[in-house]
Nanobody, 125 residues
Framework: QVQLVESGGGLAQPGGSLRLSCVASGRTATTNRLAWFRQAPGKGREFVAFTTWTDDRTSYADSVKGRFTISRDNAKTTVYLQMNNLNPEDTAAYYC??????????????????WGKGTQVTVSS
C-alpha cells in the first residue's frame, strides 16, 4: 500500500501563490505516475497536473498551463504543486494521486491507484 498526505493549502488572494506538497510513504517503489487533481464544490474531480518518479515528463490541464508547476523530490518521496497567479476559479480541494505504470492518459482518474485525503485551497479577496 501507498499512503499520500497533502499539505500547503489555505487562503490566497487573487494573483497570489501557494505551494502544495504531497508526501508518499509505504510501497512507493511500486508506483510510477504522480498527479494532482482538484474538486470544486458541486463539481467533479478534474485533472490538474502529472509527472512521474522516473523521468521529466509533465502534463497540465489547459486551465493551469503557465501558472502551475508540478515537480517531485525522489529522495523525500514528495511531489509538489507550485501555483502562481491564482484566481477564484482555482478554489477547490486538491488531491494527490499515485499509480503504477500505465498506458492510460495522465488525466484519467482510473489510472491512479492511491489517493490522498486532499487539502483545501481558497482564492478570495
Amino acid at each position: 500500500q501507498v499512503q499520500l498526505v497533502e499539505s500547503g493549502g489555505g487562503l490566497a488572494q487573487p494573483g497570489g501563490s501557494l505551494r502544495l506538497s504531497c508526501v508518499a510513504s509505504g510501497r512507493t517503489a511500486t508506483t510510477n505516475r504522480l498527479a494532482w487533481f482538484r474538486q470544486a464544490p458541486g463539481k467533479g474531480r478534474e485533472f490538474v497536473a502529472f509527472t512521474t518518479w522516473t523521468d521529466d515528463r509533465t502534463s497540465y490541464a489547459d486551465s493551469v498551463k503557465g501558472r502551475f508547476t508540478i515537480s517531485r523530490d525522489n529522495a523525500k518521496t514528495t511531489v509538489y504543486l507550485q501555483m502562481n497567479n491564482l484566481n477564484p476559479e482555482d478554489t477547490a480541494a486538491y488531491y494527490c494521486a499515485a499509480g503504477v505504470r500505465s498506458l492510460l492518459r495522465p488525466d484519467i482518474r482510473v489510472g491512479y491507484n492511491y489517493w490522498g485525503k486532499g487539502t483545501q485551497v481558497t482564492v478570495s479577496s
